[in-house]
Protein backbone atom coordinates (compact mmCIF):
# COMPACT_ATOMS: atom_id res chain seq x y z
CA UNK A 1 0.00 0.00 0.00
CA UNK A 2 2.97 1.95 0.96
CA UNK A 3 4.65 1.83 -2.68
CA UNK A 4 1.18 1.93 -3.99
CA UNK A 5 0.60 5.64 -2.58
CA UNK A 6 4.27 6.66 -3.23
CA UNK A 7 3.81 5.79 -7.02
CA UNK A 8 0.89 7.78 -7.53
CA UNK A 9 2.18 10.61 -5.59
CA UNK A 10 5.23 10.57 -7.46
CA UNK A 11 3.89 10.06 -10.80
CA UNK A 12 0.67 12.50 -10.39
CA UNK A 13 2.90 15.61 -9.04
CA UNK A 14 5.47 17.07 -10.60
CA UNK A 15 5.68 19.21 -7.19
CA UNK A 16 6.54 15.66 -5.10
CA UNK A 17 9.28 15.15 -7.63
CA UNK A 18 11.14 17.71 -6.76
CA UNK A 19 11.07 17.76 -2.98
CA UNK A 20 14.66 16.93 -1.49
CA UNK A 21 15.92 17.15 -5.27
CA UNK A 22 13.83 14.30 -6.70
CA UNK A 23 14.57 11.43 -3.49
CA UNK A 24 12.06 9.37 -3.71
CA UNK A 25 12.56 8.54 0.07
CA UNK A 26 11.50 12.06 1.24
CA UNK A 27 8.30 10.74 0.05
CA UNK A 28 8.10 6.89 0.78
CA UNK A 29 8.95 6.97 4.29
CA UNK A 30 6.45 9.54 5.39
CA UNK A 31 3.66 7.81 3.56
CA UNK A 32 4.80 4.20 5.55
CA UNK A 33 5.15 6.29 8.74
CA UNK A 34 1.35 7.61 8.47
CA UNK A 35 0.10 4.18 7.55
CA UNK A 36 2.31 2.74 10.37
CA UNK A 37 0.65 5.03 12.95
CA UNK A 38 -2.99 4.53 11.38
CA UNK A 39 -2.27 0.84 11.89
CA UNK A 40 -1.61 1.09 15.61
CA UNK A 41 -4.87 3.64 16.03
CA UNK A 42 -6.68 0.96 14.30
CA UNK A 43 -5.41 -1.32 16.45
CA UNK A 44 -6.50 0.10 19.74
CA UNK A 45 -10.65 1.47 17.97
CA UNK A 46 -11.91 -2.07 16.15
CA UNK A 47 -12.72 -5.64 17.28
CA UNK A 48 -10.43 -8.43 15.36
CA UNK A 49 -13.09 -9.37 12.85
CA UNK A 50 -13.29 -5.51 11.41
CA UNK A 51 -9.92 -4.91 11.01
CA UNK A 52 -9.68 -7.40 7.88
CA UNK A 53 -13.07 -6.10 7.43
CA UNK A 54 -11.76 -2.54 7.49
CA UNK A 55 -8.45 -3.71 5.62
CA UNK A 56 -10.17 -4.71 2.03
CA UNK A 57 -12.32 -2.21 1.81
CA UNK A 58 -9.24 0.08 2.36
CA UNK A 59 -7.63 -1.84 -0.16
CA UNK A 60 -11.04 -1.49 -2.62
CA UNK A 61 -10.01 2.35 -2.05
CA UNK A 62 -6.40 2.10 -3.44
CA UNK A 63 -8.05 -0.17 -6.47
CA UNK A 64 -10.30 2.83 -7.56
CA UNK A 65 -7.83 5.13 -7.22
CA UNK A 66 -5.15 3.58 -8.74
CA UNK A 67 -6.82 2.18 -11.49
CA UNK A 68 -7.62 5.94 -12.70
CA UNK A 69 -4.51 6.56 -12.31
CA UNK A 70 -3.52 4.20 -14.24
CA UNK A 71 -5.94 5.32 -17.28
CA UNK A 72 -4.41 8.76 -16.78
CA UNK A 73 -1.33 7.39 -17.31
CA UNK A 74 -1.80 5.46 -19.76
CA UNK A 75 -3.41 7.86 -22.00
CA UNK A 76 -1.45 11.01 -21.08
CA UNK A 77 1.96 10.01 -20.44
CA UNK A 78 2.90 7.16 -23.17
CA UNK A 79 3.52 7.68 -26.58
CA UNK A 80 0.59 7.19 -29.07
CA UNK A 81 1.38 4.26 -30.71
CA UNK A 82 2.00 2.23 -27.72
CA UNK A 83 -1.07 3.24 -25.25
CA UNK A 84 -3.18 0.52 -24.66
CA UNK A 85 -6.39 -0.07 -26.64
CA UNK A 86 -10.00 0.59 -26.14
CA UNK A 87 -11.18 -2.25 -24.41
CA UNK A 88 -8.11 -2.18 -21.57
CA UNK A 89 -9.47 1.42 -20.78
CA UNK A 90 -12.73 0.37 -20.47
CA UNK A 91 -11.85 -1.95 -18.21
CA UNK A 92 -9.83 -0.27 -15.86
CA UNK A 93 -13.05 2.12 -15.57
CA UNK A 94 -15.24 -1.07 -15.22
CA UNK A 95 -12.76 -1.68 -12.26
CA UNK A 96 -13.00 1.53 -10.64
CA UNK A 97 -16.46 1.25 -10.86
CA UNK A 98 -17.42 -2.02 -9.58
CA UNK A 99 -14.94 -1.54 -6.28
CA UNK A 100 -16.21 2.24 -6.07
CA UNK A 101 -19.44 0.48 -5.55
CA UNK A 102 -18.44 -1.91 -3.04
CA UNK A 103 -16.70 0.96 -0.88
CA UNK A 104 -19.75 3.00 -1.67
CA UNK A 105 -21.75 0.18 0.13
CA UNK A 106 -19.41 0.15 3.00
CA UNK A 107 -19.43 3.87 3.82
CA UNK A 108 -23.02 3.57 3.49
CA UNK A 109 -23.67 1.32 5.91
CA UNK A 110 -24.15 -2.09 3.20
CA UNK A 111 -23.41 -5.58 3.68
CA UNK A 112 -20.17 -6.54 5.68
Request: aromatic fraction near 10%.
Amino acid sequence: MTRSITDILWTGSRRVRTVRGGDIRFVYYPVLGVLAVWGIIALRLAQPIQLPQLGANMAGIVFVVSSLHLLYINTRLLPPEIRPPLWRRVALVAMSLCYGAFVALWLWGGPG
